[in-house]
C-alpha cells in the first residue's frame, strides 16, 4: 500500500496537508530512522517506519464503529439543514471519510455501524445475503397472534410484500412491546408493517445487525471502535 507521506500524516490526525508541511520543514518527521525534506514522497505504511514528533504513525486504512445511535439525527454524512450521525464523531475520527453502513429513521434509536468500508457496508446491506437485523418496539394497539402469523407470511405494504420475518410479544396491551427481526431494509419498513396491521410504531430502537449487538452499557450519541472478535464475525 503506498500513501502519499502528507496525506498519510494528515489522515492520521497529525494536522492539514500544509500543517504537516511545517512539520517536515521542522524537521519533525522521519521515514526509517532517515529526516524527511519532502511532504510528497511516497511510503508505505506496513513496511516503513514512520515517526511523528518522535511519535510512531499508526495507520489503519478502515475504520469501524458501533454508535450508538439517539434520536433527532440523521443516518447521512452531511446535511445543510440538520444534524447527521457524523456530527456525533470525533474530528479525528472523520479523516478517514467514514459513513453510516445502512440507516435508521431520524427519530430511530439504537444500533448503527459507521465505517469506510465499502464493501463490508454493501454485503451486510445486500438483499441477496439476508442479513438479519433485529428491533424492539412500542405499538399503539395490541398486538396479536394473528399479527405474528401475518409478519411470518409476509407483509403487503403498499405494492411490496415484505419476506418473512419473526415478530415476538414481549407485553401485549393499549402499548404493546415487541421485538421483531426482518432480512431486509426498505424505507420505513418496520413502521409500514404494522400501519399494514392498523397498528402504530411510537418508538423503535435497533438491538441487532447480523452478529453485531448493540452494546448495553454503551450510552446513548457515544460510540466505540468493535472488537476484533465482533468484527471477525460480522464479516462472516
Not at 187 to 203: G, L, N, P, S, T
Request: aromatic share 6%; proline share 3%.
Amino acid at each position: 500500500m503506498n500513501l502519499r507521506l502528507d496525506k498519510l500524516l494528515a489522515n492520521t490526525g497529525f494536522g492539514s496537508r500544509k500543517d504537516v508541511k511545517q512539520l517536515i520543514k521542522k524537521k519533525q518527521v522521519k521515514v526509517n530512522e532517515v529526516i524527511v525534506k519532502k511532504a510528497d514522497i511516497t511510503v508505505n505504511p506496513e513496511v516503513d517506519i514512520i515517526t511523528c514528533k518522535g511519535e510512531k504513525v499508526e495507520y489503519q486504512e478502515f475504520i469501524y464503529f458501533m454508535l450508538h445511535k439517539p434520536p433527532g439525527y440523521l443516518s447521512a454524512t452531511e446535511d445543510a439543514m440538520q444534524k447527521t450521525v457524523l456530527d456525533l464523531l470525533e474530528e479525528k475520527d472523520k479523516l478517514l471519510n467514514p459513513f453510516p453502513a445502512g440507516r435508521l429513521d431520524k427519530d430511530t434509536e439504537g444500533l448503527l455501524l459507521i465505517t469506510n468500508d465499502g464493501q463490508l457496508a454493501h454485503d451486510l446491506l445486500s438483499p441477496k445475503k439476508h442479513v438479519r437485523k433485529k428491533y424492539y418496539a412500542k405499538i399503539e394497539g395490541l398486538v396479536t397472534k394473528a399479527d405474528i402469523d401475518e409478519f411470518k407470511k409476509g407483509v403487503d405494504i403498499g405494492g411490496y410484500v415484505t419476506k418473512p420475518s419473526d415478530l415476538i410479544i414481549l407485553s401485549g396491551d393499549t402499548i404493546s412491546e415487541i421485538e421483531v427481526t426482518i432480512t431486509e431494509g426498505k424505507f420505513h419498513q418496520v413502521k409500514k408493517m404494522f400501519e399494514a396491521v392498523d397498528k402504530k410504531v411510537i418508538y423503535l430502537k435497533r438491538l441487532s445487525m447480523g452478529s453485531l449487538t448493540l452494546d448495553e452499557n454503551l450510552p446513548k450519541g457515544k460510540y466505540r471502535q468493535l472488537t476484533n472478535d465482533e468484527l471477525d464475525s460480522l464479516k462472516k
